[in-house]
């Protein structure tokens, strides 16, 4: 018999983020002592599927998030929203030289940030090694240590802001992300909801956020 698997052998404010994520995705929140007896995967679902408000419509979120995704690039791109498909790539609609400014566009159409981008894999090693470094030297030159740290942190910060490389490769992609993380947001209509999708997206947040197996997340999963 295979072993249930236990959640709480992940960090417990990892597993907090993805659940601020789930409040932000579905628009609601949790009470203060709302999930202090939650022992299962399964219960929590439950009682995100039960603070999900709007009528229930059985209908495709993520299909109606590529609309909204390509009608908002057609309209900054000038592009032929017919020729705009869910395996088009991102880079081929977003040149280098203009990124930034116009998924800026592109997502002040659609009323929320996407976070496609990132700096180069190269800098942010760089840097976290930096990081590293610095706090190793703490108790050797902690002068060096100080001034490493903030230029670290400072090139961190710096470097998400300004990062012009994809996370991620088409269209398909981009709808797949931002119906899991801005669920209510990319529905054709805010009030209503596709109930049998809800726990589907949430296991969906838990996977990506926390590089779980779909396997572990199961209604007996257990968080203690």
């Known amino acids: 018999m295979q072993n249930t698997y236990k959640l709480s052998n992940i960090d417990s404010d990892d597993i907090s983020d ?13 009470g203060n002592t709302e999930l202090k007896e939650v022992k299962t995967f399964g219960e929590l679902c439950d009682i995100i599927v039960n603070k999900t408000q709007g009528n229930n419509l059985n209908d495709c979120t993520t299909q109606q998030a590529f609309y909204k995704v390509r ?18 790539y991102l880079q081929q609609l977003f040149p280098k030289h203009e990124r930034r400014q116009k998924i800026s566009a592109v997502e002040n159409l659609l009323g929320f940030k996407t976070k496609i981008l990132r700096p180069k894999h190269w800098i942010t090693w760089t840097l976290v090694i930096s990081l590293i470094a610095s ?12 001034v490493i740290l903030v230029i670290s942190t400072v090139g961190l ?3 998400e802001k300004f990062g012009n490389e994809f996370d991620l490769q088409t269209i398909g992609q981009l ?9 209510k947001k990319v529905r ?33 999963a257990t968080f203690n």
């Open 71 to 88: 009608n908002a690039i057609a309209d900054v791109s000038f592009s032929d929203r017919n020729k705009i498909m869910p395996d088009t």
């Open 135 to 146: 706090f190793i030297g703490l108790f050797i030159f902690w002068k060096l240590f100080i």
């Open 175 to 183: 709808s797949e992300k931002i119906t899991r993380e801005h669920y």
């Open 157 to 159: 910060k710096l470097s």
């Open 18 to 30: 993805v659940l601020l994520k789930v409040e932000k995705s579905f628009d609601f929140r949790f």
């Open 188 to 220: 054709r209509n805010i009030g209503t909801v596709n109930r049998n999708e809800v726990v589907l997206k949430v296991k969906e947040l838990f996977k990506h956020d926390l590089g779980l197996e779909e396997s572990s997340l199961t209604r007996e």
